[in-house]
């Protein structure tokens, strides 16, 4: 094995830049905020009961891949599994191949509308298990990255640059058995860098009535063009974590943002740039106006390097601690929302950001209503900063501009130029039952226009299309998804341009 090792000294910041900076974290120390939100103001029913009017007429995503196609002549697709959408219009693909023994490959679709293949496992000699390959990502100078395996010592982490595979973790030359074991979040930079979590060393496995918890010694890694480096430093405090609840976010500037659990004076969040990690904040920081922090986590950074922050109080209000929302510009923090307090008329029970744009607003979620009563709950989608905020959808209320209701909000993301893409099931809600007539993927642009990129109602497009999800989202406002058609799972591959 060869090892990569990098000493970091952590540095501690400015008191005055700290103590402003604070205000704001949060988040439940790194996993939290990568979870789906929890529950649905009413039943989800599966069948689409497709209507016309109101609504647009026609989409404009097309069909770039079905399951049947044939590609580099002998490549027949029997499922698409994943998907990412590159600056340049390029896509990366994963999809199952047709006779293969459930064996996947990952292909690169060129702007153009042809395909190269990634990797190949018919043609490949590398022994890599080309049948769990999943959440595949491509940066902006081409370079692909994927991971393979299901869990404790069969994960693995692969990259593709300039044509040539290479393992960053569970086989050499990145780390193995037993520095590492399982992964955890991965991130990946424009420039190819790549950010992960590996946990390994004594791991203890224990079995309950849900998935089994695993809890390892975790480790930070960053992979550049000189090979692995692991972040070693004896102020961090790794051990007894699962993998996930580290959360690794990329700063455009080159910079790599780690959040992590709050465990004494060790770091909860770590800025790694030019070989050094700084501490930005740790468990003893008091902000003004709120205390000291139990958690915080840096959820996205913008190119201007604003971060937007989710953090959890220390201090209980009631048997809770309440989570705050805002956005950390040099050293002035501006909070967005808190847990606990009114909006749209309504108590934020639970809040999730998403993402922010090149001006800093930023993209979250409020879950509205009562906090002890989730099932009544209503989800809601908003934009904005701490001056002012724009609601996008919220579930039990019209749809913008229309009569049909927003059943479930399903995924969103906002890009730098402030164009939100969203998914929701809309339809009709009556005396608490839901009919749900739509799935819809909407951008809405930064001007406040709405253009639909795919709807389940436009069947002379796409067949009887009942599913959908956003597997990629570029700066011009074009959207990936994948949609499943018919009671036959057949899936399709959805390209839509909003900016029309």
Not at 361 to 379: K, M, S, W, Y
Request: proline content about 5%; charged content about 20%; some cysteine.
């Amino acid at each position: 094995m060869r090892a990569y090792h990098l000493r970091s000294s952590i540095r501690p910041i400015a008191c005055a830049l700290v103590a402003t900076l604070i205000v704001a974290c949060g988040g439940g120390g790194g996993g939290s905020s990568n979870d789906a939100p929890q529950g649905s103001p009413t039943p989800r029913p599966t069948p689409v009961t497709p209507v016309t009017p109101p609504g647009p007429a026609s989409s404009t995503a097309q069909i770039i891949l079905r399951d049947g196609d044939v590609l580099l002549g002998d490549l027949r697709v029997a499922n698409i599994e994943d998907g990412a959408l590159g600056t340049d219009g390029s896509a990366a693909v994963v999809v199952t191949i047709a006779d293969s023994g459930n064996r996947s490959a990952v292909l690169l679709r060129r702007p153009d509308g042809s395909y190269a293949p990634i990797f190949d496992p018919r043609t490949d000699a590398s022994g890599l298990d080309a049948t769990s390959i999943a959440r595949v990502r491509l940066a902006t100078d081409g370079t692909i990255v994927f991971e393979t395996g299901a869990g404790l010592d069969t994960d693995r982490l692969y990259r593709v640059a300039d044509g040539r595979l290479e393992a960053l973790a569970g086989a050499a030359p990145g780390p193995v058995f037993p520095d590492f074991r399982i992964l955890g979040n991965v991130r990946l930079a424009p420039n190819g860098t790549v950010a992960f979590v590996g946990g390994g060393g004594e791991c203890e496995v224990v079995v309950g009535d849900a998935e089994p918890r695993i809890t390892c010694t975790n480790a930070l890694y960053v992979a550049g063009d000189d090979g692995v480096r692991r972040l070693d430093d004896s102020d961090l405090d790794l051990s007894r974590q699962r993998a996930t609840t580290i959360r690794a976010e990329i700063d455009p500037a080159g910079g790599i943002w780690f959040s992590l659990p709050r465990r004494g004076t060790a770091p909860m969040l770590l800025r790694w740039a030019d070989g050094e990690a700084t501490r930005i904040l740790d468990g003893t920081t008091t902000l003004d106006g709120i205390g000291t922090l139990n958690s915080a986590e840096a959820v996205a950074i913008s190119a201007s390097g604003q971060v937007l922050i989710e953090g959890g109080l220390q201090e209980f209000t009631g048997d809770r601690r309440p989570q705050v929302l805002g956005v950390l510009d040099n050293a002035r923090f501006a909070q967005i929302a808190l847990e606990g307090t009114t909006l749209d008329g309504a108590n934020i029970a639970t809040l999730r950001g998403l993402g922010l744009d090149g001006r800093g607003r930023a993209l979250f979620e409020a879950r509205l209503g009562d906090v002890d009563a989730p099932t009544t709950q209503q989800n809601s989608l908003w934009f904005g900063d701490a001056s002012r905020l724009e609601r996008i959808v919220r579930e039990g209320s019209p749809f913008p501009g229309e009569d049909i209701t927003v059943l479930t909000v399903l995924g969103s993301r906002v890009n730098a130029a402030g164009d939100v893409a969203f998914l929701t099931e809309l339809g009709s809600l009556v005396d608490g039952v839901a009919k749900l007539e739509e799935v819809r993927a909407t951008v809405r642009r930064a001007d406040g226009r709405l253009v639909t990129v795919a709807s389940t109602r436009h069947t002379g497009q796409f067949g009887a299309l009942s599913a959908m999800q956003i597997v990629g989202y570029d700066d011009a406002g074009t959207l990936l998804l994948i949609g499943t058609r018919g009671r036959s799972s057949d899936r399709v591959l959805l390209l839509g341009r909003s900016d029309g």
